[in-house]
């Protein structure tokens, strides 16, 4: 099997998935209700559709799964960075905070963001169960454990921590970020994702196109873990997606600079405040 169009497809689904993902959170406040209805009615027809290609085991099956799986997991993001579906914590951990308490205050500021992320994978896991293709239920779970065990090494603290894509609604996470040249779980996680790796490659439980796209999710997601602690500017990837914050920021920089430019220049502004919904 040629496995270079599998791993050219996942790799364009996961830079372009991910910049659109931050080019919407980045958009004016009043555009995440229409973004949020249209992002909700897509999760629903993607499990839909995850539960219907399992019954195959074709590779067209497989490359439908593997979209479905990225764009179930993509309205979690999305609803995440919105600040509809983030946790019962909405402000900074206090200076001084540290050990469980800190650990715990990182936790209550996502949680119903993993819990809604648990749920997603019970109904993907339930709605496949004993089917022939399983590459959407195993691509999402990847997306989950590397998600989970990047924000793991965030807390710990790593170098390059990413702040320019968190919107300004969510800046009381970055109280939860430390940035350190490593961290002592960075070596078990990206040894754990070599592992993992390499017992998929001894097995073809979820068909060889299937593979493929789990195997290349997961390399990326072991690749991502280390570029966390290595001086490159990974973010670059990504630099279209910020652009309307960029724009609303010299607007800004304008009207501090020239207060008689605040009529015109605000007129193209928008708070970035989190949504009715969320607060």
């Known amino acids: 099997m040629n496995t270079a169009g599998p791993v050219l497809y996942a ?39 995850l539960a219907a290609t399992s019954a195959s085991a074709t590779a067209p099956a497989a490359y439908a799964a593997f979209t479905w799986a990225v764009l ?30 800190h ?36 691509t999402f779970m990847v997306l989950w454990a590397g998600r989970t065990s990047a924000k793991l090494n965030f807390f710990l603290g790593v170098r390059n921590l990413g702040e320019e894509f968190l919107p300004a609604r969510l800046a009381y996470l970055k109280s939860f970020f430390r940035r350190r040249a490593m961290n002592p ?18 097995t073809d439980g979820v068909g060889q196109v299937g593979q493929t796209f789990v195997m290349t999710m997961l390399t990326l997601a072991v690749i991502e873990h280390v570029v966390l602690v290595l001086p490159l500017p990974f973010a670059r990837l990504w630099g279209w997606a910020v652009t309307e914050r960029r724009a609303a920021g010299r607007d ?26 969320a607060t």
Do not use: K
């Open 11 to 49: 790799l364009f689904v996961w830079w372009f998935s991910t910049g659109l993902i931050i080019w919407l959170d980045n958009l004016p406040a009043r555009t995440f209700r229409w973004s949020m209805a249209g992002g909700t009615a897509l999760f629903a027809l993607a499990l839909w559709q």
């Open 72 to 101: 179930a997991w993509g309205w979690h993001e999305m609803a995440f960075f919105m600040g509809y579906v983030t946790g019962p914590r909405r402000t900074a951990c206090p200076a001084g905070c540290a050990g469980w308490a």
């Open 103 to 138: 650990f715990w205050h990182g936790v209550q500021a996502c949680l119903w963001h993993e819990l809604a992320i648990l749920a997603t994978a019970g109904v993907i896991v339930w709605a496949s169960w004993g089917a022939p293709n399983q590459a959407g239920t195993w």
């Open 185 to 202: 779980l960075m070596p078990i996680s990206v040894g754990a994702g070599l592992l993992w790796l390499a017992a998929l490659a001894g």
């Open 252 to 277: 800004a920089l304008l009207i501090a600079r020239d207060p008689g430019c605040a009529a015109g220049c605000s007129a193209h502004m928008e708070t970035d405040a989190a949504p009715a919904a």
